[in-house]
Each structure stands twice: as structure tokens, then as C-alpha cells.
């Protein structure tokens, strides 16, 4: 009994020497971290600058398997927003305050649990690679302040292995050209004619209406003896994401521009084209259409429309549709 009560006294006297410590040690945690990145600045700013590419560079995400990531209407630039959800971590919204220029982005964290915290991303060039300074501020009330003394270490080194993520990333974007699995190739296509049928459909409903207009625009082409040159495609002129609807056309290639009745007719020129090969279902290339968005980013590079997507595949020919080859195609502005 004496015993247990040596034990009680002396855990008692070792937690209050923990609250008199935490007393006099610092109520505001900055931590702030450099490393190099294997790219331009350029390159990891853009990954930084848009929440999309959280889930491919975050350290915490990548070791906490609970941790969910939901994305606000705005990913990108002053506003954007993020929030998370962990059992180790908790909650919290992460917005942009603001982007400076391509040198700067400043973020503020709200959580319920663990209150507010400010984070920046300063980038520096260095030759034709970078450097990336990562800060994380954030008031902590006593007790609490305790825990961030022994928690710093691990944060930097979390906050070094995120560098690390994103230099890797950069890197793969910059030399090779890929972004999520998805290479970008810049090519020369020649002048194509098309035969089309044009309107504006909702998201949703923008395969079917591919579908429902291929064969009548078939049986138009045979009855005024033109010939086919390529690929059936869709062609898109515009995204309005206000009324979630597409200004599109289905579009079938032929050797010469001719006249047809009852279809419309395009003739896209000469040009410069970014190409992404994606294999699967028709309506899941929106992946290949944002690795040619950002690849535009990172370089400063501007597209003309319509975006095409062009079918290689015949679906009454490959039944598995992870083996349907579509070329997303994007015209650049001179």
C-alpha cells in the first residue's frame, strides 16, 4: 500500500512539473522548412497552388489511411478550399488567403479540434531546379503547448518528406511530361474536314447524344458518296459548368469539305496539338483532359477550341472497355 502510494505522489509531482514546464514554454509553434525541388519553381507552385493535387504529394495522407480529403467548388488559386477528416488527425478546412504572383501562397486551417494555424509556400529559383520553403505557424493555449514541443521533430521531418513528394512530382512533369499517369505529347496535325452535328447537351447526357448522332451522320455520308478519312470524334466548343451543360458535336472525318444535307461542317487547320492517350470507358477521360491543363499551366500555354476526342477504338469490336483507346486533343493558340 505504501508502495502504491510512493507511486501515486511521485506521478502526481511528475505531472505537475509538466504543467509548470509547459508554463514557460512557448504558446506559438512555428516550424519552417527548405529543401530543394528537382524542377523550376514554377512547376511545384502549380502543384501546390491547386487542392486536386493534395492526395498526390500530402506526407499525411500517404500514412494515414483514415484521412479523407474533400474539395471545395474552387480548387484553384485565392479561395480555394479543402477540408479533412482523420481519426488521428481530426477535422479541418484549409483555405488559400491568397497567391502571390509564383513565388508565394499563404493558407489558413480552422479546426474544431486543434484550433487555427497559417501556412506558406515561399518559392525560390535556383538555375533551371528550385527551392521550396514550407512555414506552419499556429497558437497553442497552455497545456496544449507541451505536446508541440515533442511534436515538432516529427512535423519537420513529415513536412521534408512532402517536399520530397512534390519535387518528385515536378520532376516527372517537367522531364518526362507526365502528370498522374498520363504523358503529354505535342505533335502537328494536319488539316481534317468534318461532317458534324452540333447542339448543347447536359454533362450527362453528352455520350448518348455522341451515340444517338453517329449512325444518322453514317447514312447521310453514304448517300452523298463521300468518303470517310479517320476516326469518328466528339468535338466540345465549350463547358458551361454554371448549367452543367456542353456545347458539343459529333463529328466523323471525310476527305474534302463538302456540303451535306441536313449536317453542319468543320474544318479544323494545320496546328499544334497536345495529345493524351487514354485507355478505358468514353466517359471517364476527364483525367486525361486536366494532365493537359496542367501541362498548359506549367508552361504557359493556351488552347483554341474545340477540344477533340477522337474514338480509335470500335466498342462492337473490343468488348472490355479498359482496352478502348481515345485521343484527348487539345489546339494550341499560336
Known amino acids: 500500500m505504501k508502495l502504491l502510494k510512493k507511486i501515486l505522489i511521485g506521478l502526481l509531482v511528475f505531472i505537475v512539473l509538466l504543467l509548470v514546464l509547459a508554463y514557460f514554454l512557448p504558446r506559438k509553434m512555428d516550424i519552417s522548412v527548405t529543401e530543394k525541388v528537382d524542377a523550376p ?31 471545395g467548388e474552387k480548387t484553384l488559386g485565392e479561395g480555394a478550399y479543402l477540408d479533412y477528416s482523420s481519426d488521428n488527425y481530426g477535422s479541418a478546412r484549409t483555405t488559400r488567403a491568397t497567391t502571390v504572383q509564383d513565388d508565394k501562397i499563404l493558407l489558413t486551417s480552422e479546426s474544431e479540434d ?3 494555424a497559417s501556412m506558406s509556400y515561399n518559392f525560390e529559383p535556383a538555375g533551371d531546379k528550385s527551392k521550396l520553403t514550407w512555414g506552419f505557424s499556429s497558437e497553442i493555449g497552455w497545456p496544449k503547448n507541451l505536446i508541440s514541443f515533442f511534436i515538432k521533430s516529427s512535423m519537420k521531418k ?11 512530382v515536378a520532376n516527372e512533369r517537367w522531364k518526362n511530361r507526365t502528370y498522374n499517369g498520363y504523358q503529354v505529347n505535342q505533335e502537328v496535325r494536319q488539316s481534317i474536314n468534318y461532317v458534324i452535328n ?10 448518348k447524344f455522341y451515340t444517338q448522332n453517329l449512325q444518322p451522320l453514317f447514312l447521310k455520308i453514304q448517300k452523298a458518296g463521300v468518303k470517310m478519312e479517320g476516326n469518328s470524334c466528339a468535338l466540345v466548343y465549350n463547358y458551361d459548368f454554371a448549367n452543367n451543360t456542353l456545347d458539343m458535336a459529333t463529328a466523323i472525318p471525310i ?80
Open 255 to 334: 476527305q474534302e469539305e463538302v456540303a451535306i444535307e441536313g449536317a453542319g461542317t468543320e474544318t479544323l487547320e494545320q496546328g499544334k496539338v497536345l495529345v493524351v492517350d487514354y485507355f478505358g470507358d468514353r466517359q471517364g477521360t476527364m483525367p486525361a483532359h486536366l494532365a493537359i491543363d496542367d501541362y498548359m499551366r506549367d508552361r504557359g500555354l493556351f488552347n483554341e477550341y474545340p477540344v477533340v476526342e477522337e474514338y480509335i477504338t470500335d466498342p462492337t469490336e473490343e468488348k472490355d472497355p479498359s482496352k478502348w483507346l481515345t485521343k484527348v486533343i487539345y489546339y494550341l493558340s499560336e
Open 41 to 71: 519553381a514554377k512547376y511545384a507552385f502549380n502543384i501546390l497552388n491547386d487542392f486536386k493535387n493534395q492526395e498526390i504529394w500530402d506526407p499525411w495522407f500517404a500514412k494515414d489511411s483514415t484521412m479523407t480529403f474533400t474539395y
Open 158 to 168: 513529415d513536412m521534408k518528406v512532402g517536399i520530397s513528394n512534390i519535387s518528385k
Open 114 to 116: 486543434n484550433g487555427g
Open 198 to 207: 452540333r447542339d448543347v447537351v447536359p454533362f450527362a447526357q453528352s455520350d
